[in-house]
Each structure stands twice: as structure tokens, then as C-alpha cells.
């Protein structure tokens, strides 16, 4: 436990935005992450529960607690360890994940939650700044071969945690670009496209090979799904190339809310909206990384 009565003597602290004049002036992010000094206060908040609710209400049980604790005591790199243990991609969850452990954290009974999220983004983003997230290539191949169905998000760290135990992957996606709804479906005002593009280059120096425009199996004719693909492969040959075949293709199909004042011109599905605007986003943006400040 950091600091046994840092709950008692430290208000929770939010991250910053931008000032509202940059912001009009371009589409990037404008959340302004804790600094060292920040993320330590708000870690030092952390009061180790015996039983960690936090832990159990992160979707991908992120060891919350440990790493709280290794930031207040100044370790980041040992706490960039943690957070990798049960997280593939740290940076896209530190910034667009709802949080759902800080509903879960015991402050939040009677006090605001730790910003858990916030010390999570404050972590990531040290660890690419000091050149600690590097490539992990397996130390031994097992020479099975796995097809993945789906760049996305859960495509993405399936593919990389199987590439690590040292199976040859190949990911197949349909569109152009890799990152499903994390590149098509989320602006880049919340998360910009570099965060995708650099952990790409890192799969790639682990084996993982990538197929885009790539459709697998058959389209509906009349689906508003987004396809790019200007190949096809069937289920068949999937299966007759590789031991092991992951679909990961999300849920692309939206539902229509029938609800007075939806056939209004105005009103349009937000998942359409994000997609036409992210289709017209360049590949990479790029922009200015963290700068840690000093520690407290
Ligand atoms: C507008 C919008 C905003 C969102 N904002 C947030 C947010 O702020 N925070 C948050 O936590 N979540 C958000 N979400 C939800 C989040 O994006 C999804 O939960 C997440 O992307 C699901 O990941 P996935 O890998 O399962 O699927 P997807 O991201 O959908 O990826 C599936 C991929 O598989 C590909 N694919 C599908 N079928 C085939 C096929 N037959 N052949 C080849 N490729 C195929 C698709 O092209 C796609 O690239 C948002 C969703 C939308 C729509
Ligand atoms: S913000 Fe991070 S720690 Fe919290 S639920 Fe999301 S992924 Fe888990």
C-alpha cells in the first residue's frame, strides 16, 4: 500500500483539457494527462482493500492495486510491467475505457474514487515516452499456424498474445486499415490513430503478419456494413491453411432506436457519423508525447 492515510489527506484529481481556442483549431486529442507528481497523489489514494473491487470491475482485471503502489513509490517501470500483465494496449484503455473499476473502487462509497484510469494513461504513456514498450518475440516457435478474423481491439491482443507463445499469426481484416471500431468508430479527438499504428509496428517485429482488404467468407449485398476488401477467402480455405482459426469480427450491424423525433433529418446513428469522419483521417497523426515533470 502506498501511502496508509493518502485517502484521508488527498482530493481525487482529474485530468486536464486543453484550453477550448487550440481545441477549435484541430481534431486531436485534448486531454491533458497527469503528470509524475499528479498520478503519485492520486496512487497514494489507493487504500489496498483486502478484497479489490476495482480489480474485479476492469473487464480485463487489471491489477490495480500493485500498480498504485509501485507509482506512489516512484517505480513506473515496474508499474508498466504490471499494467502489461493483464493489458495488451494500456494506452488505448487509459484513454477511452469507462472506467467501470472506478464505480467498483471502496472510495467511491463515501468519497470520489481513485482515478484509476488516470494513473493508467499517466503509466502507458511513460512507458512509450522512456522506450520501455518494446517488441517481445517468442524465444521458440511452435510452428502451428493461427488466423485471426478481425483487427480490432480484441483481434489485435488475442493476435499478440498468441504470437508471443509462438504461434505464426496471420490477421485477416476487411477494410484498408487496421484497428476496427478503435480506428473507424472512435474520433480522434479521443484517441488519435498513432496509439494503433505503433503497436501494429510492434506485432509486426513479433511475427504477427497483417492482411488487410481482406474479406473472409461473404458479404449480404445489401449490408451498410463498411467493407473494404478487394480479396475474398472462404471459411473452407481458412480452415484447410491454418490449425487454429479466432473470429474476432466485432459487431459492426447497428440497431435502429425507434424513438419519437428519429426520422428527423438531424438525427443519424453516431456510429455512422464517427465512421465518415474517421474514414477522411490520415493514417498516422502525430503529436506531442508525455513529458514526465519531476517526482514529488
Ligand atoms: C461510435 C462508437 C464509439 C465507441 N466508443 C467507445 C469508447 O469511447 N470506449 C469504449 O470502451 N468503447 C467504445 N466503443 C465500443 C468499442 O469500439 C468496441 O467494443 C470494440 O471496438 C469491439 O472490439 P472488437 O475487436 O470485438 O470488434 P471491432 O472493433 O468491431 O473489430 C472487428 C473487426 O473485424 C473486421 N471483420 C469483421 N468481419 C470480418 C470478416 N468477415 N472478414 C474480415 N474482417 C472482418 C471488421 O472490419 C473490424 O475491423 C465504441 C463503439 C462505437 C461504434
Ligand atoms: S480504466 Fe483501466 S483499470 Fe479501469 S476498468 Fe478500464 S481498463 Fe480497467
Known sequence: MGKVTGFMEYERLEEGYAPVESRLKNYKEFVIGLDTDGAKVQAARCMDCGTPFCNNGCPVNNVIPDFNDLVYRNDWKNAATVLHSTNNFPEFTGRICPAPCEAACTLNVNDDAVGIKSIEHAIIDRAWHEGWVTPQPAKQRT????????SGPAGLAAA???????????????????????????????????????????????????????????????????????????????????????????????????????????CTSRWSSCRSKTRSTPATSSRASFAPKASM
Open 143 to 150: 510452428g502451428n499456424k493461427v488466423a485471426v478474423v478481425g
Open 160 to 266: 499478440q498474445q498468441l504470437a508471443r507463445a509462438g504461434h505464426d499469426v496471420t490477421v485477416f481484416e476487411k477494410n484498408s486499415r487496421i484497428g476496427g471500431l478503435l480506428r473507424y468508430g472512435i474520433p480522434d479527438f479521443k484517441m488519435e490513430k498513432s496509439h494503433i499504428d505503433r503497436r501494429v509496428e510492434q506485432m509486426k517485429a513479433e511475427g504477427v503478419v497483417f492482411r488487410t482488404g481482406v474479406l473472409v467468407g461473404a458479404m449480404p449485398k445489401d449490408s451498410k456494413v463498411t467493407n473494404d476488401a478487394k480479396e475474398t477467402i472462404t471459411a473452407d480455405e481458412l480452415k484447410a491453411q491454418f490449425d487454429a482459426v479466432l473470429l474476432c469480427g466485432g459487431s459492426e450491424q447497428s440497431r435502429d432506436l425507434p424513438v419519437p423525433g428519429r426520422d428527423l433529418e438531424v
